[in-house]
């Protein structure tokens, strides 16, 4: 069995209405997804925003309950573990946010902040936290002087490494990154993205990379998936999305990155208009209201998610590759 194994997993939001908040509909943010990971692996989850991936990395790890469908992790089943097993098992999964200012505390020293996790969990003596944080800050590239320090004293990039030394202090198997270096400096970028692929293969980490950035998902991938409105539309090698293309979305958000303008990107004429409202997304197939092949079948039938002849690992849902 794969280290991360999910099948047909669903996550929907209540939408309330009217004087008592009674729920009225629901969005269904995560839509039958359906993938598999090896350890070690890094799979990239790409989308325009409001595609369902951030929910789904949450979903993956129960931040967000799953409405339907099923995870096993590392042989373990995710979905129907209890409280307490839960617990246990998220020492063995850890999160980097977008923006790693707003997920560390100004108030607490950079010792502090790494420390945190392992006094949660009760890991250790005074004395073996200390060294276990001294070997962690070497290994995300900073200074032990910086222990000390708070975290309004460092740069955005120095500030992500904070923010992976916590997440790796736990010793964790799987690491969900949420758009880790979208809000940093390109040559930033390019540093964080050496060091996690320098920490993957120390470690033996598995990576689960959400981005809007099909540069980013390019360099750091072993596998693709590609979201639109909650359900994934094509999957597979990176070689397999970036030269073997086959879903017309995947196509469209390929030439939307050689708009030279970035404040265009993502607007091209080969991806016009906006991500229609997943609390009513389109009948058929979800992007037929923005595909220029759309056919009249589109509109009424659901395309489902089927091999690419030939290949082991390429998947697509369009009626076009049937
Ligand atoms: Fe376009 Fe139809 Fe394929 Fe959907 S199924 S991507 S609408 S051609």
Do not use: W
Request: net charge positive.
């Amino acid at each position: 069995m794969a280290f991360l194994e999910v099948k047909n997993l669903d996550k929907s939001f209540p939408i309330k209405g009217g004087v008592f908040q009674r729920t009225v509909s629901s969005v269904k943010a995560v839509s039958g997804v359906s993938f598999s990971l090896n350890k070690g692996e890094t799979l990239g989850i790409v989308g325009e925003s409001g595609c369902g991936k951030t929910t789904l990395g949450r979903t993956l790890v129960r931040l967000y309950e799953p409405s339907a469908g099923d995870i096993q992790f590392d042989g373990k089943d995710l979905v129907k573990a209890s409280k307490s097993a839960l617990k246990e098992i998220r020492k063995d999964f850890q999160m980097i946010f977008q923006d790693p200012f707003a997920s560390l505390n100004p108030r607490m020293s950079v010792r502090a902040i790494i420390e945190e996790p392992l006094k949660l969990n009760k890991i250790g003596d005074q004395q073996e936290r200390q060294e276990k944080i001294d070997k962690i800050i070497k290994l995300v590239g900073l200074r032990p002087d910086a222990l000390n320090r708070y975290p309004h004293e460092f740069s955005g990039g120095q500030r992500q490494r904070i923010g992976i030394a916590r997440s790796l202090i736990l010793n964790p198997k799987l690491i969900i990154a949420d758009e880790p270096v979208s809000a940093l400096d390109v040559s930033i970028q390019s540093q964080i993205l050496n060091l996690l692929v320098e920490l993957q293969k120390k470690l033996g980490l598995t990576y689960i990379f959400i981005t809007h950035d099909l540069a980013v998902v390019k360099y750091i991938s072993d596998k693709i998936a590609i979201m639109y409105l909650g359900k994934i539309v094509e999957f597979g090698s990176v070689d397999d999305i970036f030269n073997k293309t086959k879903h017309p979305y995947t196509k469209a958000l390929l030439a939307s990155i050689l708009v030279p303008d970035p404040a265009k990107r993502g607007h091209s004429e080969a991806l016009g208009g906006d991500v229609p409202s997943p609390a009513n997304p389109p009948s058929g197939c979800v992007f037929h209201t923005r595909c220029k092949f759309a056919m009249e079948v589109c509109k009424n039938k659901i395309p489902e998610m089927k091999s690419v002849a030939g290949s082991n690992s390429h998947q697509s849902a369009c009626f076009l590759n049937d």
